[in-house]
């Protein structure tokens, strides 16, 4: 094959939930990357404006004030702030996905936005079952959000954080032909080394790369979550760019702001797919298949001639 793509993985802090600062960061990023070669960056799980911290530290009854700040601060798609991303990626000439939480209508969600070098919206997809406290936040996403971009980089896929620990999400994906993997996750959270197993074995199973990047936890945005936030610790980013066989390419990176860098040869991708290639010829759909229902889920349909 002979091709190959150069990536980013961005470990960035936002400006915690203030929307206008963390896009412009987002767009400096991009350009930052661009300068260094990359055709595509990937930024954290709701980099855009912060991930909700507080409905992991803080009483139920106490976050009122927090998801306010997030609605107001999330983003319409499309919509102004989407505009000013994809005019960043056009004029970088990079591809891009970046975490965010989107507004539509009353609901918020978990969103990674996929944007084009030429400054078109690919797609996005939402997190099909937010993790835990997230439930207090964000909505679910539905069958549209286990979909695959086809783009002259290659087939690209992705997922949110705890949706690696779901084996079917992970195989709808990767049925699919998928060749870069994006993970996306928050900083500062610490669980145990799940981070490195989730993404190297991503990496194996799919007989693809992965672009595993984190956010990065400061010392700011715990004060700002005011009583509670001492029970996080500043720092712990895992990010890092994986090649099919589950080695590191880049990084990882444990602690800082910091964009990582890393040559894809697809030529691994063939190597490890002769092997075992897991939605093909290692596949037994005559015992085991996965089956997808991609009809949206609304709960307001109309009928009519």
């Known amino acids: 094959m002979g091709r190959t793509v150069r990536a980013a993985a961005a470990q960035l802090a936002p400006v915690f939930l203030d929307r206008d600062a963390t896009v412009a960061k987002a767009c400096d990023a991009i350009a930052e990357a661009a300068r260094h070669g990359a055709e595509l960056v990937a930024f954290p799980e709701s980099f855009i404006p912060g991930y909700p911290y507080w409905a992991l530290v803080k009483d139920p009854m106490s976050i009122r004030d927090f998801n306010r700040r ?28 970046v975490g965010l939480t989107e507004r539509d209508g009353g609901t918020l969600y978990n969103v990674q936005l996929i944007l084009g070098p030429d400054g078109t919206i690919l797609g996005k997809r939402r997190k099909l079952m937010p993790t835990s406290h997230e439930r207090m936040v964000w909505g679910c996403g539905d069958g549209r959000d286990l979909s695959v971009w086809n783009t002259k980089l290659g087939v690209l896929g992705a997922l949110i954080c705890y949706e690696h620990s779901n084996a079917l999400y992970r195989y709808a994906i990767q049925a699919q032909a998928e060749q870069i993997h994006i993970a996306n996750w928050p900083g500062g959270i610490a669980i145990d080394g799940i981070i490195d197993a989730a993404a190297r074995h991503y990496a194996f199973e799919g007989q693809c790369f992965v672009i595993n990047v984190t956010a990065v936890l400061t010392q700011t945005i715990i004060a700002e979550l005011g009583e ?29 702001e910091i964009i990582l860098y890393a040559d894809l040869d697809f030529d691994r991708i063939a190597d490890l797919k002769m092997i075992v290639d897991s939605a093909g010829h290692y596949a037994r759909p005559d015992v085991v298949r996965l089956h997808i229902d991609r009809r949206p889920q609304r709960p307001f349909v109309v009928d009519e001639d």
């Open 70 to 97: 997030l609605f107001d601060a999330s983003l319409e798609i499309p919509g102004p702030e989407c505009a000013t991303l994809a005019a960043a990626a056009k004029a970088a000439g990079c591809h891009v996905a």
């Open 228 to 256: 509670g936030g001492a029970k996080l610790k500043p720092g712990g980013g895992y990010s890092a760019i994986i090649a099919p066989n589950g080695t590191f390419l880049a990084g990882p990176a444990t602690d800082g």
